[in-house]
């Protein structure tokens, strides 16, 4: 009937790895800084404003925006080498429901191994949901940012405080300097 089976970690049975963390950019005076969006509401708005205070703060140069094809699926290997190659660090998420709170920590986990400091947002409300995913990924200490939930019911002027709100956590989240 099935001749095969979703895995919606987008791993295969036994294919978890140690963990591993990039090293945090000294600075992120000049630093390049990659955004990647999951589709959720207010989601890109809430990155777009925190390249905005990384580059008005920080010094960061944000030189790509994307957006995942899908919120439930973590980030597919020719969209991270895209991003990648124009990125010394990025911020991903925002996790605001089971399926893309997983993806999202997965998604940080890839961009680490990949050698790329990431800061990776999620609503607390699924901060069990991100952990699992995580674990599941081989890296149960990965770090990743709490926000209050919801983030999708917003408005415009909350989102740019929630950003405001993080903006310093995701700088020290990526670099030496800011932590």
């Known amino acids: 009937m099935f001749d095969r089976i979703l895995d919606p970690t987008g791993l295969s049975a036994g294919t978890a790895t140690v963990a591993t963390s990039a090293g945090r950019v000294p600075t992120l005076v000049g630093a390049r800084v990659g955004l990647l969006c999951n589709t959720k509401k207010n989601a890109a708005q809430m990155l777009t404003e925190i390249g905005r205070l990384l580059e008005s703060r920080y010094g960061a140069v944000v030189t790509i925006q994307r957006t995942k094809p899908n919120v439930a699926w973590p980030v597919d290997e020719p969209m991270l080498n895209e991003i990648k190659a124009v990125s010394d660090v990025v911020v991903a998420g925002v996790g605001d429901c089971g399926s893309c709170s997983a993806s999202a920590a997965a998604d940080g ?71």
């Not at 790329?116 to 149960?140: N, Y």
Request: with cysteine.
């Open 109 to 179: 986990i890839a961009f680490e191994r990949a050698g790329l400091p990431t800061a990776v947002i999620c609503s607390d409300a699924f901060e069990v949901t991100a952990r699992a995913m995580a674990e599941v990924h081989g890296d149960k200490d990965f770090e990743f940012l709490l926000t209050p939930h919801p983030v999708a019911v917003l408005t415009e002027a909350q989102v740019a405080q929630r950003a405001e709100d993080l903006a310093a956590v995701v700088a020290g989240r990526l670099c030496e300097a800011a932590r």
